[in-house]
């Protein structure tokens, strides 16, 4: 008598219960997961489980029942309730013997568990044989969707990809085919990144897009900010505002436009389809969560970019420091990757007579003049307070030591002096040694009078 599977799921879990003093769960697979659709009562139901996690899972993924009588002996065992001592679980097949999900049973005293486990196997075929009848396991409702792609920003490692699950997450919560996400920064708004496959209208949305240029993405993003989420009631004949004629020319007919972040660095997350269509406000309000859930993700990533930038530069220079110095030196390459160690001339003098603030300025213009000296590819860094390597990769010494004569003489065009030693790696020698060997040369010009150049000697 179910008319959907979810009933034939609970019907079966009450007319066992009837009989079997246990726990009892259907589990089906809906999408990626073992979800929970029926159930007796327990301090505990897990809603969803992998599917490969626990019993149940390793039920599942070998399609082969399982039969524990001491669960604490079993390392998959999840715990439903603390008196559980023995558990029956069976997979649910289709009539084809593909699994679509399990039937288990857990009991907190004495049973045979070999009757039992027959039982749950006769019940369970004739569970999947009517599931199937009734279309399969149950469809992912919108919200467990949107808590699924709300996992998944969680954990996007990079911006493109948080962008791209976005976009794919905003197509499937709203059943809209296209969306693009629009987002304001220091250059002015931009297109977010494209999803790895566009489909043909979110490809024609993009380059009408780029096609109108800055001015009428800000339009938009200023737009949804002011008015706040807006979408299209799917009636014909009724033309589109001046902000939203590109997307027109596209070809939309729906859209759901909500905003992201705030408005001076945030975005608008466009959702579309070339269907006339009317999104009831609930959808709005799912893609509305999504572009939450989007924008704290996308801020956390930018500030932990900015906190690494931080932690691997100087502040004052922006030049990067010790840390990265050592991990670049740790791959010089022997005869080929020049040192040079820098030193400013007169350096505390200055500080001593004009202030810190002062010696910070000079800092700052000489790491400018230096760094446009370099060629490119080249590296320098701030490894202490007037101390400066550049890494450079070079073919012989004597190009090496013209460089190092190039930033002296880019350091003189600033008014100041530097001096500078040389030093190449040799095979086997730890990069440690190099450096003291640049350092020692350096310091054999500071004796010869400053301002100049030395190679170290091997």
């Known amino acids: 008598m179910a008319s959907t599977a979810v009933e034939a799921c609970q019907w079966t879990v009450a007319a066992l219960a009837r009989y079997a003093p246990a726990t009892i769960s259907v589990l089906l697979h809906v999408p990626d997961r073992l979800r929970c659709v029926a159930a007796t009562g327990a301090w505990q139901v897990f809603s969803t489980v992998p599917p490969k996690?626990?019993?149940?899972?390793?039920?599942?993924?070998?399609g082969t029942g399982a039969t524990v009588p001491d669960v604490t002996a079993d390392p998959d065992y999840l715990p439903v309730r603390p008196d559980v001592t023995a558990e029956v679980c069976v997979p649910v097949l289709d009539p084809a013997g593909r699994p679509i999900g399990v039937l288990d049973l857990q009991w907190s005293g004495p049973v045979e568990l070999a009757l039992w486990r027959e039982t749950a196997e006769r019940v369970a075929g004739r569970l999947g044989a009517r599931i199937t009848a009734l279309g399969g396991p149950p469809a992912e409702s919108r919200s467990e969707k949107l808590l699924r792609h709300a996992a998944a920003l969680t954990v996007a490692p990079t911006e493109w990809d948080l962008m791209t699950t976005a976009i794919c997450a905003a197509r499937e919560v709203s059943t809209l085919s296209a969306a693009v996400l629009l987002l304001a920064d220091g250059a002015g708004p931009r297109l977010g990144a494209p999803t790895g496959t566009p489909g043909e209208l979110e490809s024609r949305v993009r380059a009408e897009l780029t096609e109108a240029g800055a001015p009428a993405l800000h339009r938009?993003?200023?737009?949804?900010?002011?008015?706040g989420p807006g979408y299209t009631l799917g009636e014909a004949g009724h033309p589109p505002?001046?902000?939203?004629?590109?997307?027109?020319?596209?070809?939309?007919?729906?859209?759901?436009a909500v905003p992201v972040g705030p408005p001076d660095r945030g975005g608008v997350l466009l959702v579309a389809d070339e269907r006339l269509l009317r999104?009831?406000?609930?959808?709005?309000?799912?893609?509305?969560?999504?572009?939450?859930?989007a924008w704290t993700c996308l801020d956390r990533l930018r500030t932990l970019a900015r906190l690494r930038e931080q932690a691997s530069s100087d502040p004052l220079t922006?030049?990067?420091?010790?840390?990265?110095?050592?991990?670049?030196?740790?791959?010089?390459?022997?005869?080929?990757?020049?040192?040079l160690a820098i030193d400013v001339d007169g350096f505390k003098a200055v500080n001593d007579t004009y202030g810190h603030q002062a010696g910070d300025r000079l800092l700052v213009g000489l790491a400018r003049a230096l760094e446009a000296a370099l060629r490119q590819g080249d590296e320098l860094y701030r490894i202490g307070g007037?101390?400066?390597?550049?890494?450079?990769?070079?073919?012989?010494?004597?190009?090496?030591?013209?460089?190092?004569?190039?930033?002296?003489?880019?350091?003189?065009?600033?008014?100041?002096?530097?001096?500078?030693?040389?030093?190449?790696?040799?095979?086997?020698?730890?990069?440690?040694?190099?450096?003291?060997?640049?350092?020692?040369?350096?310091?054999?010009?500071?004796?010869?009078?400053?301002?100049?150049?030395?190679?170290?000697?091997?």
């Open 386 to 458: 007037d101390e400066f390597v550049a890494v450079i990769e070079v073919s012989r010494p004597e190009e090496a030591v013209r460089i190092a004569e190039r930033l002296a003489e880019a350091a003189r065009s600033t008014g100041r002096t530097i001096s500078v030693g040389v030093a190449l790696p040799q095979a086997g020698e730890p990069s440690e040694q190099t450096l003291r060997r640049a350092d020692q040369a350096l310091y054999a010009v500071k004796r010869q009078g400053r301002d100049g150049v030395r190679l170290a000697t091997t």
């Open 241 to 256: 505002t001046a902000e939203y004629l590109p997307l027109a020319d596209a070809g939309v007919r729906t859209l759901v």
């Open 318 to 339: 922006g030049l990067g420091h010790t840390g990265p110095f050592g991990q670049r030196i740790a791959r010089a390459t022997p005869g080929r990757t020049a040192l």
């Open 279 to 293: 999104p009831d406000p609930t959808t709005v309000n799912l893609v509305e969560l999504l572009a939450g859930q």
């Open 53 to 62: 996690a626990g019993i149940v899972g390793r039920v599942y993924a070998s």
């Open 220 to 227: 938009m993003i200023a737009r949804a900010h002011r008015h």
